[in-house]
């Protein structure tokens, strides 16, 4: 059963969310709703994620085989503070 929600938005931001939702083929309603759905269904690790933007980069930096993160660490650490 859907509901009515009033929400008070600025009205460049309705602007541009009217536009994007055109763009895609979607009703804001829709939009709105499945963001709401994405913050809802979160699992507890993923909520530590500072953003979006961190979630989308995880895994596009593939480190070699024999890369130490230790040891990288300790030499910038010995580098920066000794």
Not at 30 to 47: M, S
Not at 75 to 80: P, T
């Amino acid at each position: 059963m859907n509901t009515k929600l009033t929400l008070t938005i600025g009205q460049e931001i309705i602007h541009k969310a009217k536009q994007y939702a055109r763009e895609k083929n979607r009703s804001l309603s829709d939009i709105i709703e499945n963001y709401l759905k994405t913050l809802i269904d979160k699992k507890p690790q993923e909520e530590n994620d500072s953003s979006p933007i961190v979630a989308s980069l995880r895994g596009s930096f593939k480190a070699p085989s024999d890369f130490d993160y230790k040891k990288q660490l300790n030499e910038r650490l010995e580098k920066k503070y000794l």
